[in-house]
């Protein structure tokens, strides 16, 4: 990628609640809440933030599977119904499985590069709970490639990341790196356990670590992973607000209410191959190469990580991917608390996708908001210290087993 | 015949009822998944569901449909591995519903009695009534070339004397299911003493394949589990007579009823689980053990008062609890009835008398809910009751004496040969009737 031409921004951060079992509201029997209201009250939020829809000049929404976890497509045309103000203005939605909000940031950002706006709302939604999970692994299965569902498991992303945790276990020994997965699913409750909005926020199991371990079944799931090893099935929103200099002007809004956007990188792998190595993630590695290449920092710079734990295997290998652990060291890493918030570097402050929740096309886009809040301190009970002389965060947002990648990296705004 | 060739062609009686229903749905889907797991097509196989109302059979079309479907979602890895060869089928949905399509496949609802004359096994569930089962049995086997095998899901007829009398050369076997039998685990067995002994075999694969919690039981009217709850029923009653002496009928059925639900650590009080069961049918098994049993008098006065003033309880086709002894919102009690006054009573003002009039509950006592999901369920009880011990109040003296009769009539069955052992009575009781603790305990 070429340096960016001018400065990009982000502001106005917002998150709905991750609605899905673990929240007291959630009633899976009753009519829950739809696309239209997380639509609205995350792209009210973050319109109320800047002063109003008239300072947007272009929408962007970052969604999966509307198309059939609620039969609706053409998500673009919602933008008008979240504020008038967006009427007869441009909106497209973006969609890359489970990276679909990390890809709508892109769109936002380019369009700011572009300079064919100077502010763009980036919204990423999904509600997933309107089908019983064993039709919404049908659903998310088309995040991977349709030839190979037949022979997939049931829960077919599971299943994938299972047989990337039975490989792990053949290299690098069964218990070890359960003990990394246990640690990484209790770091990842504790921190939900600090922000409202999230799905595990009202958590309550006191040995976290000992439910983590429970023991895989096969007969009602995968060999190798059990429920707590997987990110949870959610409904919600996250937005924000991609901006340049001079959009932020307009807005009368300070840099102090703001992260800079230093470098990032969105690649491809080819979704019809088999991983070359079931024990590594190497699109992910290489992604976190080229945003960190783009920014001109290495890790020694970040202070804290969002990235994509859609299971504690994938957590566990990003880890690695990103360098904080040679292979087969990630789980010694996790263990030993090193990604805790008090640790060497907090990853996922508020829970990530197996903690806070993980509305598939949103995620991305709640990475970036968690990053903003605590680079302008507005993480609440969450709030980690960011280090001066290490001002940067980055986030990873993964479609896929592997396959497309958005590494963004952040910094508090030097003025 | 092989087992599965057994299960090819098999007819239930009475298969719209509340429990030949549950039967039709654990034996279609067990006919399916044998065909399955044998690479056969399901629609080789039938079960006629035969019974005499064609609207109740819609009704079971309906409940299977949703029942199958719900069997099939949590089955889904299995089901992807049975189909595998089929490459039509890709989707999760796909296969589920092509499994749900299978299995009713199998079923064939009528009305008429001709279906079961090509069966090889046939269950029966109509009503507790030995004549009709002795009717429908004989019949059958005059009309049926195969020799069919029968199995009755009567919980109280010896199946020796059915045997006799419908002259099936030892074709028949009890299963008795409990209800739901689709959920409930238990299931009793009992082998009268002239019996097929290939028969026993394919009953005992069936209840293995079905992953049913088993008890043998002797060829006793009533068996264990009514054996116990019938006599159960008897003592309440008894007690309840008693108190009247001191107050009136609802105040001393609110009381025995409390005292059997709470003090005992039980879901429900006995004339709650009456009324659950059905008066009237408490009365036919009652009469049934009655006939059968010598020096005993197996009676019960006040539940024939009740019947015959309609009073009877037993559920509505949608599974609600109708009212009975109790009258019911919503499954929770809100009056007691009056056989004088033939009115239902609130609750408030009686459960207030009644509350005052047993005494404080023990301080280490938990509800039954709480109870059956400790982990420390055993010591949690014992201190329960080493409390319950020590304490004179008329509830502790009333459940004291619940508790030893309750033991006394679990050591009965054993030594009057209907139970082959004391644990067998307790797990009837703590499967079948979800009791915390079985009957027959050193806790007192």
Same mark, same amino acid.
């Given at each position: ?415 | ?206 209840? #293995?394949?079905? %992953? ?6 002797? !060829? $006793?009217?009533? +068996? =264990? ?5 019938? &006599? ?36 429900? #009080?006995?004339? %709650? ?6 008066? !009237? $049918?408490?009365? +036919? =098994? ?5 006939? &059968? ?152």
């Amino acid at each position: 990628m070429k340096k960016m031409r001018k400065r990009v921004f982000l502001t106005a951060g917002y998150n709905t609640i991750s609605m899905g079992t673990g929240r007291k509201e959630f009633n899976p029997k009753k009519q829950m809440p739809g696309l239209e209201h997380y639509l609205k009250q995350a792209g009210q939020a973050s319109i109320a933030a800047i002063g109003g829809a008239h300072l947007i000049d272009e929408c962007v929404v970052g969604n999966f599977m509307a198309s059939r976890f609620n039969k609706q497509a053409h998500l673009g045309a919602f933008m008008p119904m979240i504020d008038e103000g967006l009427r007869y203005k441009p909106a497209v939605s973006t969609e890359g499985a489970c990276a679909s909000g990390g890809l709508a940031l892109l769109i936002g950002m380019r369009s700011v590069l572009a300079e064919t706006a100077d502010m763009v709302l980036v919204i990423g939604v999904e509600v997933q709970n309107t089908v019983k999970a064993i039709y919404g692994a049908d659903i998310l299965a088309g995040a991977g490639w349709y030839s190979k569902r037949k022979e997939g498991h049931a829960y077919f992303f599971p299943g994938q990341f299972s047989n990337r945790a039975g490989a792990y276990f053949e290299k690098y020994g069964r218990d070890y790196a359960r003990k990394g997965f246990a640690k990484w699913f209790a770091i990842a409750i504790e921190n939900a356990r600090l922000c409202p909005t999230a799905q595990e926020y009202e958590n309550t199991v006191e040995d976290l670590e000992k439910l983590a371990l429970t023991e895989p079944n096969p007969m009602f799931f995968t060999d190798h992973l059990t429920v707590f090893d997987c990110s949870k099935v959610s409904d919600g929103a996250s937005s924000i607000v991609v901006a340049s200099e001079e959009g932020l002007k307009k807005a009368g809004i300070s840099l102090s209410e703001t992260v800079e956007i230093t470098g990032w990188s969105q690649l491809e792998e080819d979704i019809t191959h088999e991983p070359d190595d079931l024990t590594i993630m190497s699109t992910m590695a290489e992604a976190t190469k080229q945003a960190l290449n783009t920014a001109g920092i290495t890790i020694n710079d970040l202070s804290t990580i969002e990235t994509h734990d859609c299971f504690t295997i994938a957590g566990i290998l990003s880890v690695e991917a990103i360098g904080f652990a040679k292979p087969g060291e990630g789980p010694t890493f996790v263990a030993e608390g090193h990604t805790s918030r008090n640790g060497k570097i907090p990853f996922n402050t508020t829970g990530g996708l197996i903690g806070w929740g993980h509305p598939t096309g949103a995620s991305g886009v709640h990475m970036a908001v968690t990053i903003w809040e605590q680079m302008t301190a507005k993480a609440g009970k969450a709030q980690i210290e960011i280090p001066a002389d290490r001002p940067y965060g980055m986030s990873i947002n993964m479609g896929g087993d592997d396959k497309s990648l958005v590494a963004i990296v952040y910094r508090k705004p030097v003025h | 015949m092989n087992y599965n060739e057994r299960l090819s062609n098999v007819a239930v009686l009475g298969a719209a009822g509340k429990m030949g229903s549950g039967i039709v749905l654990l034996t279609v889907i067990e006919m399916a998944n044998r065909c399955l797991i044998e690479g056969k097509d399901p629609c080789e196989a039938s079960l006629h569901a035969i019974d005499v109302s064609p609207s109740a059979l819609n009704g079971l079309m309906k409940y299977l449909r949703t029942q199958v479907l719900k069997s099939a979602e949590k089955s889904t890895i299995q089901l992807r591995k049975w189909y595998s060869g089929n490459p039509a089928l890709i989707e999760n949905e796909e296969i589920i519903n092509r499994y749900v399509m299978d299995v009713l496949s199998v079923v064939k609802p009528s009305t008429r009695m001709e279906a079961a004359w090509d069966a090889y096994v046939i269950f029966e569930a109509v009503s507790e009534n030995p004549d009709l089962k002795v009717k429908l049995f004989s019949s059958i086997n005059e009309h049926n070339p195969n020799q069919p095998w029968f199995l009755t899901n009567t919980s109280s007829i010896p199946i020796g004397e059915l045997n006799k009398k419908a002259g099936l050369n030892g074709n028949i076997i009890g299963l008795h299911y409990y209800n739901p039998p689709a959920i409930q685990k238990l299931l009793e067995i009992i082998t009268p003493a002239e019996i097929n002994p290939h028969l026993v075999e394919f009953a005992n694969q069936l209840a #293995g394949n079905l %992953q049913k919690t088993v008890v043998h039981a002797n !060829d $006793v009217a009533g +068996f =264990i589990g009514n054996g116990f709850f019938m &006599r159960d029923i008897l003592f309440a009653v008894n007690e309840t007579m008693r108190l009247t002496k001191e107050m009136s009928l609802p105040q001393a059925l609110y009381v025995v009823d409390k005292v059997s639900r709470d003090y005992l650590v039980r879901p429900m #009080g006995i004339f %709650q689980l009456s009324d659950y069961v059905g008066i !009237d $049918v408490c009365v +036919f =098994i009652m009469a049934v053990m009655n006939e &059968r049993l010598t020096g005993e008098n197996v009676q019960c006065s006040l539940f024939e008062q009740l019947m015959k003033q309609e009073v009877m309880g037993g559920q509505f086709a949608d599974g609600n609890q109708k009212d009975g002894i109790f009258k019911y919102i919503k499954g929770q009690i809100v009056a007691v009835y009056d056989l004088n006054t033939k009115q239902y009573i609130e609750l408030k003002a009686i459960a207030d008398v009644g509350d005052s009039f047993l005494g404080p509950m023990p301080a280490s006592w938990q509800p039954w809910k709480l109870a059956i999901k400790s982990r420390t369920r055993e010591i949690m009880l014992q201190q329960y009751f080493d409390e319950l011990k020590q304490m004179q109040t008329t509830g502790a003296v009333l459940a004291k004496a619940y508790a030893i009769n309750a033991k006394q009539i679990g050591q009965q069955l054993v030594r009057n040969g209907v139970a082959h052992k004391t644990d067998d009575v307790n797990t009837v009781m703590t499967t079948g009737f979800f009791h915390a603790f079985g009957p027959v305990n050193d806790y007192l």
